[in-house]
Nanobody
């Protein structure tokens, strides 16, 4: 049974930092691209960051570029999202997703096979 478990969310002031973690089990982690997405109330789930199965390719949404960094540790089956200079608009539930590398490397949420339960990030002024 595949499980993705996010952690590290919480409340932070604008300008602060948080580091999200996602622990994967039940899958061959190194065969999966990983992504971070977020969903604010009343909005669709949106792409935040992507890292390829071997970690050689990363991409970050324009809204987070220069502030967020995605990384992974295949030995530990973990993926991380370092979030710096947080803004009010970063408030959302953050989800990690897994997509098998043979299914392609796009960033659409519908193409990801597995999801975690999400972790809340709240940024206040």
């Amino acid at each position: 049974q595949v499980q993705l478990v996010e952690s590290g969310g919480g409340s932070e002031q604008a300008g602060g930092s948080l580091r999200l973690s996602c622990a994967a089990s039940g899958l061959s982690f190194s065969n999966y691209h990983m992504g971070w997405f977020r969903q604010a109330p009343g909005k669709d789930r949106e792409f935040v960051a992507f890292i390829s199965w071997r970690g050689g390719t990363t991409n970050v949404a324009d809204s987070a570029k220069g502030r967020f960094t995605i990384s992974r540790d295949n030995a530990k089956s973990m993926v991380y999202l370092q979030m710096n200079d947080l803004k009010l608009e970063d408030t959302a539930v953050y989800y990690c997703g897994a997509r098998h590398y043979l299914t392609g490397s796009g960033y659409a949420a519908r193409d990801f096979n597995f999801w975690g339960q999400g972790t809340q990030v709240t940024v206040s002024s």
